[in-house]
C-alpha cells in the first residue's frame, strides 16, 4: 500500500520559474494539507483542503496555489519561484476521523537558485 | 495564531542515558500527537494523547499530557542508536500546528 506518494523527491528551480509538486493518496482521506520544513521553524502548514473542491490557507500561503478537483490528488503550484521558498516540503493526509493522525508523503527537497 | 513551543532544540546523549522532551502552549489543547523524523525522512506519527494527565507507554518511551492540558512530555529510557531523529509535537484533527521539534543525537 503506497499511502501518500509526493513527487518528485528533489527539485532545483531558477528565481522566476513556476513549477508543480504533486502530492497524490491511495486512503480515501478527506483531509490533505502541504506544509515545508524550514531549519528551526519546524513545520508550517501552506495550504489545506477538506475535500474535493475545498481548499483553504494556512499559516505561509503567499506564492503558492492549490486547488483539488478528486480526492486522492492535492498538488502545490509555485507561481513564481523564489529562493525563499527553498526549504523541504512535505504533503500529509488523514481521515477527518476526530483526533486521527497525520500521514506523511516522503518530501520534496526545492532548491530555487 | 496558537503556537506550540518545544524544548530542547537540540540534545546529545551518550548511548544508555535518558532523554526528555518538552512541549508547551499557552493556551489548552484538545490533544497532542508526537512524531519521529529519521534524518532525511518524513514526520511518522508515534501516538497521541487527549485526557487531562494522561500517560502511555510505547517501551521505552513515556508520553505524558499535563493536568491543564498545556503541555506534554517525551521520555525515553535508556536511548539508543536507533533512536537518533528529532521528536515533534503537534495538536489538532485535520489542520496540524506543529512544534519546532527536538533533535535527537545519541553517541556510542
Known amino acids: 500500500n503506497a499511502g501518500v506518494t509526493q513527487t518528485p523527491k528533489f527539485q532545483v528551480l531558477k528565481t522566476g520559474q513556476s513549477m508543480t509538486l504533486q502530492c497524490a493518496q491511495d486512503m480515501n482521506h478527506e483531509y490533505m494539507s502541504w506544509y515545508r520544513q524550514d531549519p528551526g521553524m519546524g513545520l508550517r502548514l501552506i495550504h489545506y483542503s477538506v475535500g474535493a473542491g475545498i481548499t483553504d490557507q494556512g499559516e505561509v500561503p503567499n506564492g503558492y496555489n492549490v486547488s483539488r478537483s478528486t480526492t486522492e490528488d492535492f498538488p502545490l503550484r509555485l507561481l513564481s519561484a523564489a529562493p525563499s521558498q527553498t526549504s523541504v516540503y512535505f504533503c500529509?493526509?488523514?481521515?477527518?476521523?476526530?483526533?486521527?493522525?497525520?500521514?506523511f508523503g516522503q518530501g520534496t527537497r526545492l532548491t530555487v537558485v | 495564531g496558537q503556537q506550540v513551543m518545544q524544548i530542547p532544540q537540540y540534545q546529545h546523549v551518550q548511548e544508555g542515558e535518558d532523554f526528555t522532551t518538552y512541549c508547551n502552549s499557552s493556551t489548552t489543547l484538545s490533544n497532542i500527537q508526537w512524531y519521529k523524523q529519521r534524518p532525511g525522512g518524513h514526520p511518522v506519527f508515534l501516538i497521541q494523547?487527549?485526557?487531562?494527565?494522561e500517560v502511555k507507554k510505547q517501551k521505552r518511551l513515556t508520553f505524558q499530557f499535563g493536568e491543564a492540558k498545556k503541555n506534554s512530555s517525551l521520555h525515553i529510557t535508556a536511548t539508543q542508536t536507533t533512536d537518533v531523529g528529532t521528536y515533534v509535537c503537534a495538536w489538532g484533527t485535520y489542520k496540524y500546528i506543529f512544534g519546532t521539534g527536538t533533535r535527537l543525537k545519541v553517541l556510542a
Open positions: 500529509a493526509s488523514s481521515s477527518g476521523d476526530r483526533y486521527t493522525e497525520a500521514f
Open positions: 494523547l487527549v485526557k487531562s494527565g
